[in-house]
Structure formats: structure tokens, C-alpha cells
């Protein structure tokens, strides 16, 4: 079972810190700024469906990663650490035989994840998900056996990623919980997608307020108060 007040199970370099002179805190779970938290506006959803993501060591302690919100607002939901030190993965427990594991990676073959692929199977799903940039996540589903063997499913088309953090190379592209949630959409219904995309959205948006890009009225649910004055630029 996932410590859901510990979203990693593995302590970054200056965890709770950042800025390159560590002076401004961030939450240990959701990784905003102190005064930005948005872990009180959490409540984890019961799905059928488990998700399990297993994220490079090296995108676990960047401070934009999304696989961390997981365990935050799914019961059961789990981040793993593939690659950090001391710290080997196992994946072993995943081989349930009265649940279908899946892998959403978009590999040659892999099938659209919809209402046809899941009639062909009733029991319910494990999706494993593969975090990181594209190369740490091809070498995940590369050198994990156990992923290899996994089928593999991809999302039914979408429309573009929200996600505004970083640099997108490829308009499919979608980041890591925003690909859970749509998911979700699809194996636990349109409601759990809703309340988890909300999350994404004020994930994202309060990051943004905080680098000067966003106005305080254009982030959904607004800034918290003690939030202002903005944190210092990173």
C-alpha cells in the first residue's frame, strides 16, 4: 500500500527545498511552493482501475513532474523508482491473474484504449505507465521484462496537452497524469477524468502565477491568499 503522504519512495536531493540557494520551500507531496499547496484541495478517488507509474529517478526530483499527483488523488495509485541507487524495481506483485495489466506506451501495435478493447476482457485493469522524457521511458519499456510483456494500449484521440510547463516537441504529446486521467476516462468514466483534470489544471496554473506568466484571476479556484506576494523567480 502507497503512503499517500509520501508520494515517492525515495528522497530526492534538497527534497522540500528549491532555487539554487534553496530558499524557498516547496511541499514534499505536490512539489509547489509552500504557499501554493494545492495538497488541501485533495481527495483520492476510488477506481477500479489500479495505476502504477514507474518514473526515472532523474524526473522524480523535478519539481514539474506530474506522476507525482498519483498516489495524491488515487487510492491505491503508486509511483515507482526505476534507476535511482540502492533502490532496485520490482514489478513481480503486478502478475495478479484475476486483473489484465496494461501498458500505456505507444508502441508499434499497441491498441486504442476504448469500450472494444475492454469487452474483449472484463476483468479489472493495472495500467502501468512509464515516466519520464521520451528516451528515459523507451528505455524503461526496453530494459523492464516485465513491461515488455505487458500489452500495450495507447489513448483514443484527444485534444492537445494543457500542459504548459515545459517545451513540447510533439503536439500528441500529453504529460504523464494528464495521460492518466484521460485513461481513466476511459476505464473508470468521465467523472474520475473531470476531477482529476481539475487537479492538473490548478497543478499547473498556480505554477505558472508563480513564474509571472499567469494573472491570479486566470487561475482556476484563484491564488491563495497567503500566497501573495509571488515567490521569488527560480
Known amino acids: 500500500m502507497t503512503d499517500s503522504s509520501r508520494p515517492y519512495p525515495w528522497t530526492c536531493p534538497g527534497q ?4 539554487r540557494a534553496g530558499q524557498t520551500p516547496r511541499c514534499p507531496r505536490c512539489a509547489l511552493h509552500l504557499r501554493l499547496c494545492l495538497c488541501p484541495l485533495l481527495r483520492p478517488l476510488a477506481t477500479e482501475a489500479r495505476v502504477v507509474v514507474v518514473t526515472h529517478f532523474l524526473e522524480a526530483c523535478k519539481t514539474t513532474n506530474t506522476a507525482r499527483l498519483v498516489p495524491l488523488t488515487l487510492r491505491g495509485g503508486e509511483v515507482r523508482i526505476r534507476g535511482a541507487p540502492g533502490l532496485p524495481l520490482d514489478l513481480t506483485d503486478l502478475e495478479d491473474p484475476s486483473r489484465q495489466a496494461l501498458l500505456l506506451y505507444p508502441a508499434a501495435g499497441a491498441r486504442v484504449l476504448d469500450d472494444e478493447f475492454l469487452r474483449a ?3 479489472p485493469k493495472t495500467l502501468v505507465v512509464p515516466d519520464g522524457t521520451w528516451r ?5 519499456v526496453r530494459r523492464e521484462v516485465f513491461l515488455r510483456r505487458l500489452p500495450t494500449v495507447v489513448l483514443p484521440p484527444g485534444p492537445p496537452s494543457r500542459y504548459r510547463l515545459r517545451a513540447q516537441h510533439d503536439p500528441r504529446g500529453l504529460a504523464t497524469f494528464e495521460a492518466v486521467a484521460r485513461a481513466l476516462g476511459v476505464l473508470d468514466g468521465p467523472e474520475v477524468q473531470e476531477r482529476l483534470e481539475d487537479v492538473f489544471e ?3 496554473e498556480r505554477t505558472l502565477w508563480s513564474r509571472g506568466v499567469l494573472s491570479a484571476s486566470a487561475v482556476r479556484g484563484g491564488v491563495p491568499p ?4 509571488r515567490p521569488p523567480a527560480e
Not at 522540500?16 to 532555487?19: C, D
Not at 528515459?136 to 524503461?140: I, L, N, S
Request: hydrophobic residues 30%; proline residues 11%; glycine residues 16%.
Open 16 to 19: 522540500g527545498r528549491s532555487g
Open 121 to 123: 476482457d472484463p476483468r
Open 136 to 140: 528515459q521511458a523507451g528505455k524503461t
Open 202 to 204: 490548478v497543478f499547473v
Open 226 to 229: 497567503a500566497a501573495s506576494p
